[in-house]
């Protein structure tokens, strides 16, 4: 069991792991913020789509490294097999007999690089893992260690040679997040820090391990949520099944993101109580993945974004009071 941890110092020590971070990747506080959020959450995998070059695989590795875990990079293509992920028997001569060789899924951090580019039979090898975090292998069940968290990455406008994600999968991303291209300033801070250093690579330091970073999380998860907040957040995930725009709304697995990553973005605050602006901060990143929308909406950008802007707009937002 982790070593009991308060609010305040599982606070501190993510602000550094972000700063950590920060050392390879310029700007985009709020994107690392919302992905060191997803890391203190069981089951906090990760969704990254957005164009080529904009640090989506350097934010996987650059956590991986500054908490002090085990990382394997699977780059997805249309010719990966299942067992290319979750590893397999072979025959060893010497031993006379069949021993397992595990695949890259046996690790904390898996980057799942462009993973629409792989075939649904190999897409589907990740659910196990990351739902119930275990693999089956020839019958036989192995369990993952814990933390196990999923970065996959997709690029919006290239879609020769995808597949597309199955609704499935999509809802067991924690959160869906888009980085952006950076502002001048930042891009001209790029340029002089990759001078500077003369390399490509960025040292970046472990500023926990696993065994503190099980203790953050379970310091998480006694962050007080207030009943009404909770009504809240139903409030949210069942509007958005009842909005015109909206073939399939969202599960209760998106009401329990809610839960999840309001707790996280509650304690990074170094508050151990919700507040109702952390769940309208993370009900676009948390559930905008989730919703499947009519038909005539499927090419319009954002549309799925308007949605949760109209559903946020229409619930009304209860009133509580600070701490507990």
């Not at 490294?65 to 060893?92: C, E, H």
């Not at 951090?109 to 589907?124: C, F, G, M």
């Not at 001078?195 to 040292?203: E, H, L, M």
């Not at 009404?228 to 073939?247: K, P």
Request: proline content about 6%.
């Amino acid at each position: 069991m982790p070593l009991a941890m308060r609010i305040e110092e599982a606070a501190d020590l993510a602000g550094r792991v972000i700063a950590e971070v920060g050392k390879a990747v310029v700007g985009k506080r709020d994107v690392l913020t919302r992905v060191m959020a997803s890391c203190l959450c069981q089951g906090g995998h990760v969704l990254l789509e957005d164009y080529p070059g904009l640090a989506k695989t350097l934010i996987a590795r650059s956590f991986a490294d500054a908490l002090g875990l085990s990382f394997r990079r699977i780059q997805f293509t249309p010719d990966l097999l299942p067992g290319d992920i979750t590893g397999g028997y072979v025959y060893d001569r010497n031993e006379g007999r069949f021993l397992l060789r595990p695949g890259p899924i046996f690790a904390h951090v898996i980057l799942a690089d462009e993973i629409n580019r792989a075939s649904p039979k190999t897409q589907s090898a990740l659910l196990e893992a990351m739902q119930e975090r275990q693999v089956t292998i020839e019958g036989e069940t192995r369990a993952l260690e814990e933390p196990f968290l999923v970065i996959a990455t997709q690029n919006p406008v290239e879609y020769e040679g995808t597949f597309p994600l199955p609704e499935a999968q999509l809802d067991r991303f924690l959160v869906k997040l888009s980085v952006g291209y950076p502002g001048a300033e930042e891009e001209r801070e790029i340029l002089a820090r990759r001078g500077n250093r003369r390399s490509d690579a960025v040292d970046i330091r472990p500023v926990v391990d696993r065994t503190a970073l099980l203790a953050m999380r379970e310091a998480v998860e006694g962050v007080h949520v207030d009943p009404d907040l909770g009504a809240y957040m139903v409030d949210l995930v069942s509007r958005t099944r009842r909005h015109r725009g909206v073939a399939v709304g969202a599960s209760p697995r998106g009401s329990l993101a809610l839960l999840k990553l309001s707790r996280a973005w509650a304690a990074l605050q170094g508050r151990d109580y919700v507040i109702p602006d952390d769940v309208k901060d993370l009900a676009l990143p948390a559930l905008s993945h989730r919703l499947i929308l009519e038909s005539d909406l499927w090419s319009v950008k954002r549309a799925a974004e308007d949605i949760l802007s109209d559903v946020l707009r229409a619930a009304a937002v209860p009133v509580i009071g600070g701490g507990k």
